[in-house]
């Protein structure tokens, strides 16, 4: 997607916050050397040609922009929040990134565009294999800690959730 994206303006980053599911393999960071090795190796294995931002020890970024594993934000040159998901996902945000350059032709074609706030339930291809396979990757206690998570999330709606009825 930034090779596409790129030339039309976009700039992308990938920002390391900590293991979401830390194990003995990948556990959870204790200095900003460990992180800063884990980011390393997190590009490396998976191939990330984009810059990684690492974010520091008590997760100050992470939480400015909430505390979900693997959130997306769009953001204009001037900070303002264009689009925001929990959770990556490439057609959404290509879609999301396609909006935002049909706005920019209207304005250039001298519409006058006022913001609005919209929010949409999106959905994501789930491979739980390679989940668990990642899962595995990070260690036993890791597979453990997400058994205990699934049971928790089943008993009830998490916080700050709509959940919606299929």
Not at 23 to 36: D, I, T, V, W, Y
Not at 44 to 58: A, N, T
Not at 123 to 134: L, S
């Amino acid at each position: 997607m930034p090779r596409d994206y790129g030339p039309k303006g976009f700039n992308f980053v990938f920002v390391y916050t900590r293991e979401a599911h830390p194990g003995e393999n990948f556990p959870a960071h204790r200095s900003m050397e460990q992180k800063l090795s884990c980011a390393r190796t997190f590009k490396k294995e998976f191939g990330i040609e984009r810059p990684i931002l690492v974010d520091d020890l008590v997760g100050t970024g992470h939480k400015l922009y909430g505390t979900l594993p693997n959130m997306t934000y769009l953001l204009s040159h001037t900070g303002q929040i264009l689009f925001r998901a929990d959770w990556t996902d490439p057609f959404t945000i290509e879609a999301a990134l396609n909006y935002v350059l049909a706005s920019r032709a209207r304005r250039a074609e001298g519409l006058r565009l006022a913001p609005f706030y919209a929010e949409f339930a999106g959905y994501r291809w789930n491979d739980m294999a390679k989940f668990r396979e990642g899962l595995a990757r990070a260690g036993q206690q890791a597979v453990q800690d997400f058994a205990k998570a699934m049971k928790r999330w089943a008993q009830g709606p998490r916080p700050g959730r709509i959940e919606l009825n299929e």
